[in-house]
């Protein structure tokens, strides 16, 4: 059933946690920060919002970090090709997600990296999505639009065909006249390089 415009949309969140983190040397969804891995602390994030449904996509070193979210009630894909990239993941998240869930109205798309994501900002670009249902609602951060974004219906079929290794900016950047933004604060803190790392640590 279509939800009414006094409906709220059903959106779902599909958590991309399936690269191997070369570049940082180690698994980043295994990084501490705040007392727990960041995989389990971003979903800890994704579920104490009013997301409907969430997602988490695994790949590399699947079972390790199983391990860590094992006690948390999300459904959870393992992406075998994994390798091919973000954009493999991303597709293969998209057409479970809509498996368990066929009657979405919007999909927020997030990444384990982001140590400073708070449930806050998620409920912001759910309240966002709520009044503007055909636009993209992406976070903003040092002039970068990017993930957490959701992304109308209308976008599904874009976000499953896109390349390998490409990401969800690529389907912001080709709908600039459609994407809302909300500043999301240290959204530029990610954790790609060692060095990343230990500025990370600096922090916590």
Known sequence: MTNSKLDKPIVG??????G????????????????????????QTLFHSHLNHTMTVLGARAQEHLAVIAHMATDTCI?????KGMGHSLK????????????????LIAVCDQPFLTTAHIDG???????????IVASE????????AIFPQAHFGELMSIGDEAGARKVIAAHADQVILRHLEKGEVDLDTPEDLKHLRRKD
């Open 13 to 18: 969140g599909l958590l991309l946690a399936a």
């Open 20 to 43: 191997a983190s070369s570049r940082l040397g180690q698994s980043k969804q295994l990084v501490e920060f705040d007392h727990q891995p960041l995989l389990r602390r971003t979903l």
């Open 79 to 83: 992406n075998e090709a994994w390798e």
């Open 92 to 107: 293969f998240g998209m057409l479970r997600l809509l498996e368990a869930q066929p009657a979405l109205d919007g999909v």
């Open 125 to 135: 670009l759910l309240d966002q999505f709520a009044h503007s249902r055909h636009s």
């Open 141 to 148: 951060y040092k002039g970068i639009q990017g993930v957490p």
